[in-house]
């Protein structure tokens, strides 16, 4: 019982940690005078809303395609008992939504939904092999932990990662991330 209790903080932190190093932020790193505004919003002649640019929009990311979806509602009651699961946990770590269940003391399947980060931007030391679930491009990746995931594009700029852990054993993880990946990849735009 002590092993299943700490699966879910190992596996918080390691989300963590991928959230963390495939983060990107556009743009040059230039500093601006304190208090000075070098965008201005614009002001449209054809009678629609004036924009702000340093108001963010879904729409300038991948976020259109992954920004209605829930992690939690990814798998379903019945998918999910069929993989031993308990109840999804739902939390925000760095820029994903997430959602991990819990087998007892079996295994972890964890969901993240990326709305701005993309195939491109997934980052592992073991490197990315891709592959196609469903109708999706996908790339399989390994991270620490003994955790193995699957990256589904939704667009350029937006990707749903499923990952599984199963107590230090990567073949029965990356399984499990295998077969929670096919439940999810239909639910995707």
């Known amino acids: ?16 940690g991928l959230v963390g190093c495939s983060e990107k932020t556009p743009g040059d790193a230039t500093p601006t005078p304190q208090g000075q505004n070098t ?9 629609a809303e004036p924009t702000d640019p340093t108001q963010s929009s879904t ?3 991948g976020g259109d395609g992954t920004q209605p979806l829930q992690p939690c509602d990814l798998l379903t009651q019945q998918e999910q ?17 997430v959602c991990m269940w819990q087998a007892s003391g079996s295994h972890t399947v964890g969901v993240s939904i990326f709305d701005d980060l993309g195939l491109a931007d997934v980052q592992s030391k073991s490197g990315a092999q891709p592959l196609t679930i469903g109708s999706h ?27 599984g852990v199963a107590n230090g054993d990567m073949t029965r993880g990356c399984a ?5 990946a096919r439940l999810v990849e239909p639910k995707l735009p």
């Open 137 to 163: 491009d996908a790339v399989q990746y390994t991270g620490g932990v003994s955790t193995c995931s699957i990256a589904l594009a939704v667009s350029e700029t937006s990707r749903v990662d499923v990952s």
């Open 39 to 47: 965008s201005a919003p614009s002001i449209p002649t054809d009678g």
């Open 1 to 16: 019982m002590r092993r299943s209790v700490l699966l879910v903080p190992v596996m918080a932190v390691l989300l963590a």
């Open 81 to 97: 008992a069929g993989l031993q699961l308990g109840p999804g946990q739902e939390d925000t770590i760095g820029s994903a939504r």
């Open 59 to 61: 729409g300038a990311g």
């Open 176 to 180: 499990v991330a295998n077969q929670a």
